[in-house]
Nanobody
Framework: QVQLVESGGGSVQTGGSLRLSCAAA???????MGWFRQAPGKESEGVAAIHPASGTTAYADSVKSRFTVSQDYAKKTLYLQMNSLQPEDTAMYYC????????????????????WGQGTQVTVSS
């Protein structure tokens, strides 16, 4: 069983920064770990993902050069550094762990993820 707890969300103005954290319990470090977001009335969107063993990362085009996903293996914690935040980044952000043997091509696909945290809200005001 895997448990994930996100933190670090909040309200910022346009151009601001936030760092989200996701504390993991259980066997999480064999599969992709990702960040997803969902705004009201919209579908879940893959934001960034990292494979703990290889360090391979994937990003949505909308966040490239602004967001950075990283991990602390010893602390079993996943991070998402978000810079230059825009109002369109406003959403509930979730961390998740993929099913075994997920391919890179599906690293940002919500359906490839089995375990999910409860989410943390990010609000960006103009």
């Amino acid at each position: 069983q895997v448990q994930l707890v996100e933190s670090g969300g909040g309200s910022v103005q346009t151009g601001g920064s936030l760092r989200l954290s996701c504390a993991a319990a259980g066997d999480t470090y064999r599969n992709y770990m990702g960040w997803f977001r969902q705004a009201p009335g919209k579908e879940s969107e893959g934001v960034a993902a990292i494979h703990p063993a290889s360090g391979t990362t994937a990003y949505a085009d909308s966040v490239k050069s602004r967001f950075t996903v990283s991990q602390d293996y010893a602390k079993k914690t996943l991070y998402l550094q978000m810079n230059s935040l825009q109002p369109e980044d406003t959403a509930m952000y979730y961390c998740a762990v993929a099913v075994s043997y997920t391919l890179y091509a599906y690293a940002l696909t919500p359906g490839a993820y089995k375990y999910w945290g409860q989410g943390t809200q990010v609000t960006v005001s103009s």
